[in-house]
């Protein structure tokens, strides 16, 4: 499998002086958010990670390589390619093989990041239970990989464009701890509290390594959703994305989308409905989120004792 993997001079740099990595989706980019504040976005959250001591690793899909790190050029091509590939388990052979570009989701992503030996990934949101999904089976894998791959993520919750509970439900089903930061409340994305309750709040990052430490240490394989609200000064109002997600997926449903279009859809569709207000508590969720994951990242690395296979 190891030759699948290209390391940036950066990340193969960090890897030998045994500093902490941390890996970033790539789907955020070409398929999450618009040009050019896709790539500023890309570009300040590496700096971000590195200013709190740790190494970004934004990983992608490039000439039949999984690239575990990237240039400025490489983040820029991502941003400005809109036919790069949406690239989720299922996909990883097909890109390799074919060498196409490709843009990874957290599952893609988390799989990557296990290959490389990265223990902390960030992002902004992830996948889960679709609403409706008793009828359209739509459920993210990113939520299978989280049962299964020992990489903690680090995201500001899910969005209300999924059903929250029943995403909550199905990663307690697998086994998945949902530990919160700073609050007991699972957070939604664009706001700070869903309803719903996180399993365990550490507010600290060396809570948090210790507790993502012992999960493996026990052998409980998969990963740890680290939920970290949106910064207060930036959340939206629950109204008003309420209003905007529903009828959002109203017209998702009316046009037809299906399969691994539906979170794109959505995403852009409650980017153009907000004015482009979401896109700016998007990319300040995921800076502080890079924060947290840094932080963790080096807890993780100064911590005594073992490490996960
Ligand atoms: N949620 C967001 N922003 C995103 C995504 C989800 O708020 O960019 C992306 C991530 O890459 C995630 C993927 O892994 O969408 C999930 O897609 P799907 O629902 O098709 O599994
Ligand atoms: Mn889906």
């Excluded at 993997?5 to 955020?28: N, Q």
């Excluded at 008003?240 to 539906?262: C, F, N, P, S």
């Amino acid at each position: 499998m190891q030759q699948f993997l290209k390391f940036s001079p950066e990340v193969a740099a960090a890897r030998s002086a045994g500093k902490p990595v941390v890996a970033l989706e790539s789907t955020i980019i070409s398929h999450g958010m618009p040009y050019p504040q896709n790539v500023q976005m890309a570009q300040e959250v590496e700096q971000i990670i590195r200013d709190a001591g740790a190494v970004p690793a934004t990983i992608a899909i490039i000439d039949g390589k999984i690239c575990i790190g990237l240039a400025p050029e490489q983040l820029e091509l991502l941003g400005t390619s809109p036919d790069a590939m949406k690239v989720s388990r299922r996909d990883l052979p097909f890109v390799l093989a074919t060498r196409r570009l490709g843009a990874t989701t957290v599952a893609a992503t988390m799989i990557c990041a296990q290959l490389a030996g990265i223990e902390v990934f960030v992002t902004g949101g992830i996948g889960g239970v679709h609403r409706g999904a008793e009828t359209s089976f739509d459920i993210s894998a990113d939520l299978q990989e989280l049962a299964r791959t020992d990489v903690a993520v680090v995201c500001a919750g899910v969005k209300s464009i999924l059903d929250i509970g029943l995403t909550l439900e199905y990663l307690e089903t697998y086994g998945v701890p949902v530990v919160s930061v700073g609050q007991q409340a699972f957070p939604a994305f664009f706001t700070r509290d869903s309803g719903f309750a996180a399993d365990f709040q550490f507010d600290s990052a060396i809570e948090q390594a210790s507790f993502i430490q012992t999960k493996w240490q026990l052998g409980l394989h998969g990963g740890v959703v680290v939920a970290n609200p949106v910064p207060e000064a930036f959340a939206m109002q629950k109204e008003e994305i309420d209003r905007i997600t529903d009828q959002a997926l109203m017209e998702a449903d009316q046009r037809g989308v299906t399969g691994k279009a539906v979170t794109p859809f959505l995403l852009s569709r409650i980017k153009e409905l907000t004015q482009g207000r979401s896109l700016a508590t998007n990319i300040a969720l995921v800076k502080h989120n890079a924060l947290v994951g840094a932080q963790l990242a080096v807890a993780m690395r100064d911590l005594p004792g073992l490490k996960p296979l």
